[in-house]
C-alpha cells in the first residue's frame, strides 16, 4: 500500500497566503540561479515547510533562504526544495519547501503549538 503525500506529512498544513521573499544559497543542478532573489507567495505552510508559487524552475535539492512575512511576526527561515511541478500558468511552479533551519526557526515553530 503507497501513502498519499497527505499520509506522510508529519505536520499539519495551514492554508496561509503570505509573502516570501527568497534567496537561492545552493543549487547543484542550476548553479546559475545563486545568488538569485525572488518574490513569491505561500499557498500553505506547517512548522516544517510551505508551499510557494514561484515564477523560477528550482529544482529539487537546491537550498533557499526564506523571509516569511505573516501578519504576527515576519519569519528568516532555510530550506531545501523537495519537489516542483509546473502550474497551468505558464512560467509559474508550485514549489515545496522543507525548513532546515534559519535564526526565526523556534518562533516560527511557536506559531503551529
Known amino acids: 500500500m503507497s501513502l498519499t503525500s497527505e499520509d506522510r506529512r508529519c505536520a499539519t498544513r495551514l492554508l496561509r497566503e503570505a509573502e516570501?521573499?527568497?534567496k537561492i544559497i545552493s543549487a547543484p543542478a542550476q548553479p546559475d540561479l545563486v545568488g538569485q532573489e525572488y518574490g513569491c507567495s505561500s499557498i500553505d505552510i506547517s512548522a516544517t515547510g510551505l508551499r510557494l508559487l514561484l515564477e523560477a524552475a528550482v529544482v529539487a535539492g537546491s537550498r533557499l533562504t526564506l523571509v516569511v512575512s505573516l501578519p504576527e511576526q515576519e519569519s528568516a527561515l532555510e530550506g531545501e526544495v523537495i519537489w516542483q511541478r509546473e502550474t497551468e500558468a505558464d512560467g509559474v511552479y508550485l514549489v515545496g519547501i522543507h525548513f532546515i533551519g534559519g535564526r526565526d526557526r523556534d518562533a516560527?515553530?511557536?506559531l503551529f503549538l
Open 20 to 22: 516570501v521573499r527568497i
Open 108 to 110: 516560527w515553530n511557536s
